[in-house]
């Protein structure tokens, strides 16, 4: 049975992003937009990990932790912070990382916590993905966007919505935030305007300018790579 993780956080991008990087790699993920759901959530439900954003409208994350710890809805549960807030208080104990780093780093700091999903035993069904199987991926995609500007956020929630009628674990997605920094890989796709799709493998490398309000060409590129659709 996966281990279940419960992600925090009132941006809904940023928890697309978690769930499928953690998905990716075995784990069962629910989400919650704020701190009065995630108390909701942890009332309910015994999670292994618990990974929050720290400033949310509703209270901060580390105020959300206090709360269920002292309900006792905590024990053995491991906690993450997950911020852009350079500082942040009563934080205690508290693994904190910087959202900056992005979600690769955080699934690192996940697998450090819990480790690799145990395989499954035969008989009930395929084992997790792992980070191996990422590199087997049918297709390597990466959208570069421009900090929260209207046409980046059109464009990624395109790709979240046709992303999730495909076979996840043989698409391997990526998203490069330029108001970041820009780093190598925009240089090697040649990034001139965002928000930009490149696919990168398999070649020949492809790209699609724009909002993606029109997935056409992109599915074509699913289907042609051999990536399987979701029944």
């Known amino acids: 049975m996966s281990r279940e993780v419960l992600c925090v956080d009132d941006d ?5 992003l978690l769930k499928r990087a953690l998905e990716l790699v ?15 959530l942890l009332k309910q439900h015994r999670f292994h990990l618990v990974i929050s954003d720290y400033n949310m409208p509703d209270g901060t994350g580390t105020w959300m932790l206090r ?3 002292s309900a006792g809805l905590l024990r053995d549960t491991e906690v993450l912070i997950f911020t852009g807030t350079p ?20 699934v690192a700091q996940v697998l450090k916590l819990l480790g690799p999903e145990p395989e499954q035993t035969q008989g009930r ?7 191996q199987e990422r590199v087997m991926s049918r297709i390597e995609l990466v959208l570069y966007t421009a900090g929260p500007s209207p046409a980046s ?21 990526k998203v490069v ?26 070649l020949p490398r ?8 029109d997935t056409t060409l992109i599915e074509d590129l699913l289907d042609h790579s051999g990536v399987e659709r979701r029944e």
């Not at 809904?12 to 697309?16: I, S």
């Open 67 to 69: 709360q269920a710890a």
């Open 125 to 131: 069904g395929p084992p997790p993905s792992t980070p």
């Open 12 to 16: 809904e991008v940023t928890r697309y």
């Open 206 to 213: 492809t790209w699609v300018v724009g909002d993606l309000e």
């Open 26 to 40: 075995g784990f069962a993920v629910t989400t919650a937009e704020g701190t009065e759901k995630g108390l909701e």
């Open 87 to 106: 500082h942040v208080e009563d934080a205690a104990g508290v693994q904190v990382v910087a959202k900056e780093q992005g979600t690769d780093h955080i």
């Open 177 to 202: 935030d330029l108001a970041r920094g820009r780093p190598d890989s925009a240089e090697e796709d040649h990034i001139l305007l965002t928000p930009t799709l490149v696919q990168r493998n398999p």
């Open 153 to 173: 956020m059109r464009a990624l929630r395109q790709m979240k919505n046709l992303l999730a009628r495909y076979d996840p674990v043989q698409v391997d997605f």
